[in-house]
C-alpha cells in the first residue's frame, strides 16, 4: 500500500522506544478508487469524517508526537497493539476510536517510557492504562465502545477463528449483536480455561446459569424496568449490576470452600 508519502521520513528501517528495530514493509497495491490516493475517505452525517489514513493520522498526531512516522503506526499493528479496517484495495482506515486508542500506545511509550509488551498486556486487560486523571477514563471509554469482526477477534486473540465461532454459536459471546471489548476478555478467559481441555462447548452449562440468575434479576426489577421512567430504569440497572456483583463474590466464596474439600 502507498501510504501518504507525506508522512514517511528517513529510510526502510526505525528504532522503536522498546529497542526494537522494524523494517517498513513494501507498499500495498494502488487501490482503484482514486480519493483514497488523495486521502479523501466517506463522511458521515453532518459532514464530520468517520475515518482517516494513515498519512492524516501522522500529520494529526505528529505536533504531539514528532517521531510519529507511518513505519511505526505499521509496526503497532503487526505488534497487535492496533487492529485497522482496510480498503478493498488494501488500503488501512483508521476509525476516531483507533485514533484514541494510539495516541493512548503512544502516550505510554513516548511520555511514560512503558515498553510495549506492558502497553498491550494493559490494553487487552480492558482497561488499568493510567496516563492519569481524565486520560485513563477516556481511555476506558474507547476500549468500551471497541468493536471486532469474528477475524479480528481471533487475530487480537491469537487464537483461530474456530475458537471465537465456537464461542458465538454456544451463546456465551456476541449475544448483542456485536463483539465488543467485554467479549475479548470473555474470551481470554475461554482460552485459558481451554489450556485445562474446558471448550467452548462445555461452557453452555455456566452460560445457563448466567441466564437463570439474570433472569431472577430481572424479575426483581422488572417493575422499574416497565415503568417508563428513564431515571427509574436506570436506577433498575444499576441494581441489578448491584447484584450481579455481590452474586459473584458470594459464588467465588462458595467455590473456594467447595474446593478446599478437593483434598483427601
Known amino acids: 500500500m502507498r501510504d501518504d508519502p507525506r508522512a514517511a521520513r528517513g529510510g526502510g528501517e526505525e528504532h522503536f522506544a522498546d529497542g526494537a528495530m522494524a523494517a517498513d514493509p513494501a507498499p500495498d497495491p494502488v487501490p482503484a478508487d482514486p480519493a483514497v490516493e488523495t486521502g479523501h ?7 464530520s469524517k468517520d475515518s ?6 501522522v500529520e494529526r498526531l505528529r505536533p504531539e508526537f514528532p517521531t510519529l512516522s507511518v513505519s511505526k503506526i505499521r509496526y503497532l499493528e503487526r505488534r497487535r497493539l492496533i487492529n485497522l479496517t482496510r ?3 488494501g488500503y488501512r482506515l483508521f476509525s476516531g476510536q483507533d485514533i484514541e486508542l494510539l495516541k493512548y500506545i503512544l502516550t505510554l511509550q513516548d511520555k511514560e517510557y512503558l515498553p510495549l509488551k506492558v502497553i498491550k498486556k494493559r490494553i487487552e486487560g480492558g482497561g488499568g ?3 492519569g486523571g481524565e486520560a485513563a477514563n477516556d481511555l476506558s471509554r474507547v476500549l468500551e465502545d471497541r468493536t471486532y469482526t469474528r477475524e479480528e477477534l481471533a487475530d487480537t486473540l491469537e487464537t483461530d477463528s474456530r475458537f471465537v465461532d465456537e464461542l458465538v454459536t454456544v451463546g456465551v459471546i456476541g449475544r448483542t449483536g456485536e463483539l465488543t471489548q467485554r467479549d475479548a476478555e470473555i474470551a481470554r478467559m475461554a482460552m485459558e480455561m481451554a489450556k485445562y481441555s474446558i471448550q467452548p462447548r462445555h461452557l453452555r452449562g455456566i452460560m445457563a446459569a448466567v441466564d437463570r440468575e439474570a433472569a431472577l434479576f430481572k424479575q426483581v ?5 416497565r415503568s417508563g421512567d428513564e431515571g427509574r430504569v436506570a436506577e433498575a ?7 450481579a456483583s455481590v452474586d459473584s463474590r458470594m459464588k467465588e466464596l462458595m467455590m473456594a470452600n467447595v474446593i478446599d474439600t478437593f483434598a483427601p
Open 87 to 89: 480498503t478493498r484495495g
Open 52 to 57: 482517516y489514513t494513515i498519512g492524516e493520522v
Open 129 to 131: 492504562i493510567s496516563t
Open 221 to 225: 426489577v422488572n417493575p422499574e424496568l
Open 237 to 243: 440497572v444499576n441494581k441489578a449490576r448491584h447484584l
Open 41 to 47: 475517505r466517506m463522511r458521515g452525517r453532518g459532514g
